[in-house]
């Protein structure tokens, strides 16, 4: 076989490399997706959602499980213009696909809002460090223990970082993904990843 001919098989590896797994976090009205292009490697996750806050999310989710200290990197974009302006997507470590599930997320809000956003128990309440960064495009998670950083910046742009100090305690294998919420129940929004990562911590906070 020639380097330029891909077969079935190795697409489904391409795709099973990062994230083998999608579904929607808590019950949103509509379903969402997941697409990948091994030829891109890009993701498109498409998905509705009432919001992720307070003591639930409603999201689509890719992702995959994942043990002790990790990172979690992509950038993103969304595919069309316009839609609430508390749309989001982000990249996220999560102790389940439950709605209500303890979780660390780097959340880019479609109005430039780019927090870290968790949520220490199941059906707690969410809670935020807003970055000094409105809009970012890349984003970056650490999970060190029970301490997690967020590095954020826009492309050709210096990172902005962002500890949290003594954050949730997730349990060893959680789960590490992409993910997107229109923030409206009835309406599907669409974004697109790449470079996206996922590896072992190195160095110090």
Not at 16 to 40: H, I, Q, V
Not at 135 to 162: I, S, W
Request: glycine letters at 12%.
């Amino acid at each position: 076989m020639s380097s330029s001919s891909v077969s079935e098989s190795s697409v489904f590896s391409a795709f099973n490399r990062c994230f083998p797994e999608s579904f929607a976090l808590g019950c949103p009205a509509l379903s969402g997706n997941t697409e990948y292009d091994f030829k891109t490697d890009e993701y498109r996750l498409t998905g509705a959602g009432a919001n992720m806050w307070f003591g639930a999310d409603e999201a689509q989710f890719a992702g995959r499980r994942v043990s002790g200290d990790v990172t979690l990197s992509a950038q993103a974009e969304w595919v069309s213009v316009g839609g609430h302006a508390h749309r989001k997507f982000g990249i996220g470590l999560r102790d389940g696909c439950g709605g209500d599930a303890p979780h660390v997320s780097v959340a880019v809000h479609a109005d430039g809002l780019t927090s870290l956003q968790f949520r220490r128990v199941a059906g707690g309440k969410t809670e935020e460090l807003v970055s000094p960064l409105r809009g970012a495009t890349v984003m970056h998670l650490e999970r060190r223990g029970k301490d997690y950083v967020m590095l954020v910046a826009r492309v050709g742009e210096p990172f902005v970082k962002t500890v949290l100090v003594n954050g949730p305690e997730l349990p060893e294998e959680t789960w590490a993904g992409i993910f997107v919420c229109s923030h409206e129940a009835t309406v599907l929004e669409e974004a697109r990843f790449w470079n996206v990562r996922v590896g072992g911590v190195k160095g110090t906070v």
